[in-house]
């Protein structure tokens, strides 16, 4: 397995400047997928001229937002200060979905700090009138912290809304049902509750601990981009709450894992990042997948054809020797 990883680039300033020259993105600027209709601009979600431009007076169906936990534009904020830009962002969300639209929020609770931001964000949200609260969901994760003098954290928080009336389609995890004995009648014969089932599997609920947390030795890991989201979580919201070829909205794209989602469902994806480092990863994992059928780099990186020839120039006496690797 390659070991070829890069640091967190949340809080590594320097080597976001270094890779920001290999960036095809710069601020205001859009990228158009012209294979599948996706696009990913270079812009800050609270702006809602820099949105409604990426929007192109499109509406979409799902907005699936990520934003950095008190972490906005990578500075700690006060509470009040993060609620305050939360409140910017989820205006300009509002105003590109439809009427009838899903609105799903990852966000956590630091248990050492109050549970900010996440009970100031639900208070907050009860100041959109045009979102009605729907589920508040627990996703496991297989690691955590705080083994020593607290109960160990092991969950994100999901937190779902719906504007208007849209369809929600029921999904299914992997794990079969086990447990017997509901009993309920119908049309007067007593029926077991496994008799009534549509699936041998239990439906997903509001706790999910099916799916597993990225993490270096897995394909779809995107080294630099710290609490990355898997996969399987952003496929399962997709499948529930949106319609082949619907348009998806995701104002943070981070790793781009909702553009994948998307493109691997036949969605349209509308994705953007404040940084021109994270939305060239996401345009490159794009591509990735269309070449080689990966979903992520594992232990490697999005910039490893760069990064090697920076090396092979600093160590090659001779000036302008280049390495020579795949752009994959």
């Known amino acids: 397995m390659r070991n070829d990883p890069l640091p967190r680039l949340d809080t590594d300033t320097g080597m976001r400047a270094r890779l920001r020259p290999y960036c095809r993105l710069a601020a205001g600027e859009v990228w158009t997928d012209h294979a599948a209709g996706h696009r990913v601009a270079c812009l800050d979600a609270a702006a809602a001229a820099s949105v409604e431009t990426m929007m192109g007076g499109e509406v979409a169906h799902l907005a699936i937002q990520d934003p950095p936990y008190n972490l906005a534009a990578f500075g700690q904020k006060r509470p009040d200060e993060f609620i305050e830009w939360c409140t910017k962002w989820v205006a300009n ?190 345009i490159r994992r794009l591509e990735r997948s269309r070449a080689l059928g990966r979903t992520g780099w594992q232990n490697g990186n999005p910039f490893e054809v760069e990064l090697a020839r920076e090396a092979a120039i600093v160590n090659t006496p001779e000036a302008g020797v280049t390495a020579q690797t795949s752009l994959f």
């Open 93 to 282: 969300t509002s105003r590109a979905l439809a009427s009838d639209a899903s609105l799903y929020v990852w966000l956590g609770a630091d248990q050492n700090n109050g549970f900010q931001p996440l009970p100031d964000f639900m208070i907050m949200m009860r100041g959109f009138p045009e979102f009605a609260a729907r589920s508040f969901i627990t996703m496991r994760n297989q690691r955590g912290y705080g083994t020593q003098a607290n109960w160990m954290a092991v969950r994100q928080e999901l937190l779902y809304y719906t504007k208007g009336a849209p369809e929600f389609e029921v999904q299914y995890t992997d794990i079969p049902k086990l447990v017997r004995g509901y009993y309920k009648d119908v049309e007067g014969v007593r029926t077991e509750n496994l008799e009534r089932s549509r699936s041998e599997n239990i439906r997903a609920g509001n706790v999910w601990v099916d799916i597993q947390q990225v993490f270096y030795r897995m394909e779809e890991n995107v080294s630099g981009c710290y609490a990355q989201k898997p996969l399987r979580a952003i496929e399962r919201i997709v499948r529930a709450s949106s319609r082949p070829d619907d348009l998806v909205v995701d104002f943070f794209a981070h790793s781009g894992t909702t553009l994948l989602a998307c493109e691997r469902l036949g969605r349209r994806c509308y994705t953007a990042d404040i940084d021109p480092v994270y939305c060239e990863i996401t």
